[in-house]
Structure formats: structure tokens, C-alpha cells
């Protein structure tokens, strides 16, 4: 199904499935822990557990700030703020911990929905505007406001080393 992406994006929001807008559940399992690869943010067990849960997601990327994936068949990138849960789980992956990783299952929260950037033809052509940021609340319960369009928030790269400064531990949950 293509979506056009002329149309602004609220109003493209209505043939969006609410499973992929209301805080997804993603569970990372034991198989994901075994063929994770440590220091890549597009091969680690998060990101396999996300292919799984979204088959046809491309471009997906994970890092201690933010979970990054394009759903093509919506003209649409997700950029969900990572859970307490999922940078503990990552700090203890790429730290070489393996004997506290688990198998978990986290509930995405703050989504950020753009479009899914092409990249602009030089000849001539000047560079299309981006439209402002809007938050949409979809759905009820708990869930964050959404921020459509806009700026992505900032990333780093693709290979992750972590800074200790910033690190905060959490404390397990019973």
C-alpha cells in the first residue's frame, strides 16, 4: 500500500494502524541474545527483536537515547525514546555482562513521527521546507503525546561507546 506523501502528515495519521502508534510492546528473547553483535546499533538484540515484532521495518537503530526504525509501506519514520529497561539491557550487552542478560519485554513510550527523509535532488532544485513539530495524543491511557513532524532528536552514530558520566543505574524490579 503507498501512501502518498504529498498529503500532510496528521492527515495520513487515519490508515495507521493504533498497534504501531500506542506504545508497542517489544519482547527481546533468548535467541536475540545469542545472535546480538555487540557495538552495532542495527544488529543488536533489541533491533532483532524489533524486525521481529515489524517485519517490514528498515533502517532500524538503537541506542541508549532513542529506538529508530522506517515502516516503508507508511512513509513513515518512528523515533521512540529507549526505556529504562532497554538501556539497562544495553549497557550490560555492550559491557560484556553476560550473565545478567535476560530475556524482557519493554513497552515503547514518547514517540516522535516524521517522514521518511529521501534525499533531495541537487540539480537546481531547492530543499523542501520541514513543517513544525505538532503533538497528537493517540489513543488514551498512559501514553505520551506524540510529536508529529518536526526535527529528529539528535543521534551519534552507529557504533555505540557508551560515557559512564552520564549512566544512571535503575533498580531491578521485582
Known amino acids: 500500500m503507498a501512501i502518498n506523501q504529498q498529503k500532510p502528515l496528521l492527515s495520513r495519521m487515519k490508515g495507521i494502524p493504533k498497534s504501531l502508534t500506542n506504545g508497542p510492546k ?6 536475540h541474545i545469542e545472535y546480538g553483535v555487540r557495538n552495532n546499533s ?21 541506542d541508549l537515547q532513542t529506538i529508530r ?10 523515533i521512540w525514546m529507549t526505556p529504562p529497561a532497554g538501556q539497562r539491557f544495553l549497557r550490560y550487552f555492550e559491557g ?10 519493554m513497552a515503547l513510550r514518547g514517540l ?12 537546481g532544485k531547492k530543499p523542501v521546507r520541514k513543517p513544525k513539530a505538532k503533538l ?7 501514553n505520551l503525546p506524540a510529536t508529529i ?11 555505540r561507546i557508551f560515557g559512564v558520566r552520564a549512566w544512571k543505574e535503575y533498580p531491578e524490579k521485582d
Open 149 to 159: 513532524g518536526g526535527k529528529a532528536p539528535s543521534k551519534v552514530g552507529t557504533d
Open 96 to 105: 560484556g555482562r553476560e550473565g545478567e542478560l535476560r530475556p524482557f519485554t
Open 26 to 31: 517489544i519482547t527481546t528473547n533468548q535467541e
Open 42 to 62: 542495527h544488529r543488536c538484540p533489541m533491533s532483532l527483536a524489533i524486525r521481529q515484532r515489524f517485519p517490514s521495518a528498515r533502517y532500524i537503530s538503537i
Open 136 to 142: 497528537h495524543q493517540f489513543g488514551g491511557g498512559n
Open 112 to 123: 516522535f513521527l516524521m517522514d521518511i527523509q529521501r534525499r533531495p535532488e541537487r540539480k
Open 69 to 78: 526504525y522506517s515502516l516503508p509501506e507508511y512513509g513513515l519514520r518512528f
